[in-house]
């Protein structure tokens, strides 16, 4: 597999693993600047919302999701900033010369550790978001994850 395509699916899957964890590290509650009440309204995550509103979740557990996600999101700032910089000096390399392909896909190269520093921390914080569910709100989860694998491939 070349580098680029790796590269390539190290990013998808990190932007899946963050998509799929949205709506736990983004449960907060239903105002205005909320996952639900904000973004139910832009860009296709009214499923999203409903999702969130069909697991009922506590007080104490939107609560512990929100803390869930902004530990996580501070923890990978810098790791954000450092995958940034280095799609930016691939912009740049492409930039200086569109034919160093080549020299873009080495800067890109260069940030996997980044990817998988991200990819980690994002598996963590869904498990520690899935813990904070009771087994019941993971079996609708569940069911909502199947039900969405079935739309994908029709």
Do not use: C, W, Y
Not at 11 to 30: D, N, T
Not at 76 to 85: C, D, G, K, T
Request: aromatic share 4%.
């Amino acid at each position: 597999m070349t580098t680029r395509r790796k590269t390539i699916l190290g990013i998808s899957a990190a932007l899946a693993l963050g998509l799929a964890a949205s709506p736990f590290l983004m449960a907060r509650g239903h105002g205005p600047k909320t996952f639900g009440g904000h973004f139910g309204h832009h860009a296709g995550f009214g499923k999203m919302s409903e999702l969130m509103k069909e697991l009922d979740l506590t007080a104490e557990q939107r609560e512990a999701l929100h803390r869930i996600h902004e530990t996580t999101f501070g923890n990978n700032r810098q790791v954000r900033a450092a995958l940034h910089s280095g799609f930016m000096d691939a912009a740049q390399v492409l930039v200086a010369d569109p034919r160093n392909v080549q020299g873009a896909r080495a800067a890109i190269a260069a940030q996997q550790a980044s990817i998988d520093q991200l990819k980690e921390s994002a598996l963590g914080a869904v498990s520690q978001a899935l813990a904070v569910l009771t087994p019941e709100q993971r079996a609708k989860l569940a069911a909502h994850i199947e039900e969405h694998r079935g739309d994908l491939t029709r």
